[in-house]
């Protein structure tokens, strides 16, 4: 069966995110960027799924910038087959992704469609969720494992007081927990083999999709800090200071 | 306007999050109904009755909403609540997984986990993790919003006496079932309304140490969290963790153990109102955010606390 699976590129995990001075944002300038986490545990899904003989073909598409090919190369590189870049450089947010990747799985019709759960930088959690609802696929969001079995899959899911398995009519929408598995290195000679992989380009225009925004962002702040405070020298003091000073104990 | 509230629940009783949800919807303003969808949920209808400021209880009763499947309650809603001007639901897993399927049968947009409520349309919120803020302002004839409940005080659950409507609307989609689910069964608070949370992290070093927490956490009717860390290591199950992609939480005393205080779980808990850490590296970057620091070996430590507790409580 065929996989297809989305992936953003973000900020990387590891840079420590400035707000603008003008307060118009996030300083995005020079800043090293990456696959977003969550989608490297979609793509490391869909290589063991394959690896499992359960996919036969694993797509990759991207939406964003022309550097986005190079988060697609990296899964190529993982072992993805082939990938789409839908490309523009406006913003695009939740719903608009939603219905730009319908149009990608009206063209492909995989069976499966695997993406990160949230991105970590809009925190948003909602575009595998729209994509299920635009196409009228079940979902199994935030999974800790995938089984495929038959014309189904079961979707171990994680839930506010512990876990939930879910049985999803193929062809389905699942997006990834942290704990779903452990995503790989891509190898060097696996990545000079991804630069000769295929990869189609398209706009929203050509997937006949307004992307125009709906939601506007008036400011970006800083978070209000919290000022470190003392250091206790013991927990006699500890104690002391929660009953006495702080009171809440 | 009127704005329609999701409640959450377990079938049997109310979760303190729809009254916070409810107190989001008190700052937009406007008529309020409370949408209770579950299987054998009456008594959750009644007590959200009573909710303060509630006008009128709509209840969806009906197998096909018993597990809270978002196919089904994404459906429900976005047929319930298309004559609204608002649809509000906590940001726990329930509202994160339906409300994205209710803005897109809408051709709405969605605003995640706000913080604050500027006006009807105007939503802070938090991004990057919780290291930006922004204030984002919808368009649309609908506003679907999910609420981070810990960012608003809830309203009382009792004196209120809003008349309760039964619907016979029954979405079923058809995509998915329930299989099973293992849920963790404690006597302990519920961690993302608890007062007091007591966390661990790798300094823990297994899950049999963690019960020096709970025995700690007992001591003063806390919660048990964990840093991802913990839970990543397979220390305590995944409903423990505390951070960006787990719990928020927001309790008057937030206990941080052998937790180094990655950004990600600053995230989750930085809006207690009093941080202790516990941590032998005195340069953790907990230590920032903690308005009480000790540096000292856990396991030293926190049998100490114990003893101290035991003194005072």
Do not use: W
């Not at chain 2, 047929?79 to 609204?84: A, D, I, L, N, R």
């Amino acid at each position: 069966m065929k996989v297809l699976v989305a992936v953003k590129r973000v900020i990387d995990y590891n840079v420590k995110v400035r707000v603008k001075p003008d307060n118009t944002g996030v300083d995005l300038a020079n800043v090293k960027m990456a696959m977003n986490p969550f989608c490297e545990i979609a793509v490391e899904e869909a290589v063991r799924l394959k690896e499992k003989g359960v996919a036969s073909e694993i797509v990759v598409v991207s939406i964003g910038p022309k550097a986005s090919q190079e988060q697609i190369r990296t899964a190529l590189a993982l072992g993805a087959d082939r990938g789409i870049h839908v490309e523009t450089d406006e913003e695009v947010q939740s719903l608009e992704a939603a219905k730009l990747l319908k149009a990608v799985v009206e063209k492909e019709e995989p069976k499966l469609v695997i993406l990160g759960k949230q991105s970590i930088d809009s925190d948003n959690n909602q575009t595998g969720q729209m994509l299920a609802a635009l196409t009228g696929m079940g979902q199994g969001t935030f999974a800790s494992e995938v089984v495929v079995e038959g014309d189904k899959v079961n979707v171990t899911r994680e839930v506010d007081g512990g876990l939930m398995t879910v049985a999803l009519n193929l062809p389905a929408v699942v997006t990834t927990d942290l704990r779903l598995n452990e995503p790989r290195y891509a190898s060097l000679p696996n990545i000079m083999k991804a630069k000769k992989k295929p990869l189609d380009n398209m706009s929203p225009a050509d997937l006949g999709v307004d992307i125009a925004p709906r939601l506007s962002t008036l400011k970006v702040e800083a978070p209000a800090s919290r000022q470190a405070g003392v250091k206790v020298a013991d927990v006699a003091e500890l104690v002391d200071k929660l009953k006495n000073e702080a009171k809440v104990i | 306007m009127s704005i329609l509230v999701i409640a959450e629940h377990d079938n049997s009783s109310l979760k303190q999050a729809t009254l916070n949800v409810v107190a989001a919807a008190k700052a937009i303003g406007g008529d309020i109904d409370v949408l209770v969808a579950g299987e054998n949920c009456g008594a959750v209808a009644e007590a959200a009755a009573k909710a303060e400021g509630v006008n009128k209880v709509l209840v969806a009763d009906n197998a096909a909403y018993g597990h809270f499947l978002g196919e089904n309650l994404g459906e429900l809603v976005a047929e319930v609540g298309k004559g609204y001007s608002h649809i509000l639901a906590a940001a726990g897993t329930v509202g994160k997984d339906f409300m994205p399927r209710v803005a897109a049968l809408l051709d709405v947009a969605q605003v995640s986990d706000i913080m604050r409520v500027e006006s009807e349309d105007t939503f802070v919120r938090p991004i990057y993790a919780g290291n930006a803020i922004a204030t984002v302002k919808s368009s649309d004839s609908i506003k679907v919003v999910t609420v981070r409940p810990t960012a608003f005080d809830p309203v009382a659950g009792e004196g209120g006496s809003a008349a309760v409507e039964q619907l016979d609307v029954v979405k079923d989609a058809g995509l998915s079932q329930f299989v099973n689910e293992e849920l963790a069964k404690s006597d302990r608070p519920d961690l993302a309304s608890a007062g007091i949370v007591v966390s661990g992290g790798r300094g823990m070093q297994n899950g049999d140490n963690f019960k020096m927490l709970e025995q700690v956490a007992d001591l003063m009717g806390a919660a048990v969290g964990a840093s991802r860390a913990a839970v990543d290591a397979g220390f305590v199950p995944n409903d423990m963790q505390v951070g960006q992609t787990g719990k928020i939480v927001a309790p008057q005393l937030y206990i941080a153990v052998g937790i180094s205080g990655a950004i990600q779980h600053l995230a989750g808990m930085s809006d207690s109102k009093v941080i202790v850490a516990i941590n032998k590296d005195e340069e953790a970057p907990i230590f920032q955010v903690a308005d009480y620091g000790l540096v000292a070996d856990l396991f030293e430590a926190v049998p100490q606390l114990e003893e101290e507790l035991k003194k005072v409580m």
